[in-house]
T-cell receptor
Framework: KAGVTQTPRYLIKTRGQQVTLSCSPI?????VSWYQQTPGQGLQFLFE???????NKGNFPGRFSGRQFSNSRSEMNVSTLELGDSALYLC??????????????FGEGSRLTVL | AQSVTQPDIHITVSEGASLELRCNYS??????LFWYVQSPGQGLQLLLK??????LVQGIKGFEAEFKRSQSSFNLRKPSVHWSDAAEYFC???????????????FGQGTRLTINP
């Protein structure tokens, strides 16, 4: 079956711009979460969505936001980009019942460079 | 506060040698435990997981891990490494229950594994 798909894979923005990243979960997975990965801070939890509702949010400023659609696809948005937002943004989906519940399946990530 | 410590930032082993990557965690209860691997430019792939039961778990690619409650550890092992095992390895913990289907993981800082030919 198809894995978690993230688009775009690479993008370059300049400070002050905004960016939208997209994530399509594995078919049947209703939970989607986002993580930021940087060399200095490692993997940090951004937020997670289930049934179009944000269930948890990490310790990031309000410039970071997200949403989930009725088909479980998710987007995250970063406004007023800063140099420190350069990172690999990883999306993960998980089942909510049955086998493998609680296991996160990750996409290959969207690498954002802010100039 | 929940935390995961991977004491070794970088490990180098020879091909064919055994491997052990250390992971210690701090959590209010016995969490769900995971090991993920990441190759350069790629996402994370699950190697193995511990939810409950047998404390020695087997994963993919010949990896295994042992949960030791008394030491709050979940070390990853492989008896004989291959050059293709060179990657970054992440230990992670998650809550031992699912809140309305959602799951949040706390990751360690990772251990970069280099294989000498």
């Amino acid at each position: 079956k198809a894995g978690v798909t993230q688009t775009p894979r690479y993008l370059i923005k300049t400070r002050g711009q905004q960016v939208t990243l997209s994530c399509s979960p594995i078919s049947g997975h209703r939970s989607v979460s986002w993580y930021q990965q940087t060399p200095g801070q490692g993997l940090q939890f951004l937020f997670e969505y289930f049934s179009e509702t944000q269930r948890n949010k990490g310790n990031f400023p309000g410039r970071f936001s997200g949403r989930q659609f009725s088909n479980s696809r998710s987007e995250m948005n970063v406004s007023t980009l800063e140099l420190g937002d350069s990172a690999l943004y990883l999306c993960a989906s998980s089942r909510t019942s049955g086998q493998d519940t609680g296991e996160l399946f990750f996409g290959e990530g969207s690498r954002l460079t802010v100039l | 506060a929940q935390s995961v410590t991977q004491p070794d930032i970088h490990i180098t082993v020879s091909e064919g040698a055994s491997l052990e990557l250390r992971c210690n965690y701090s959590y209010g209860a016995t969490p769900y435990l995971f090991w993920y691997v990441q190759s350069p430019g790629q996402g994370l792939q699950l190697l193995l997981k511990y939810f409950s039961g047998d404390t020695l778990v087997q994963g993919i690619k010949g990896f295994e891990a042992e949960f030791k409650r008394s030491q709050s550890s979940f070390n990853l092992r492989k008896p004989s490494v291959h050059w293709s095992d060179a990657a970054e390895y992440f230990c992670a913990v998650g809550p031992p229950f699912i809140i309305q289907g959602a799951q949040k993981l706390v990751f360690g800082q990772g251990t970069r594994l280099t294989i000498n030919p």
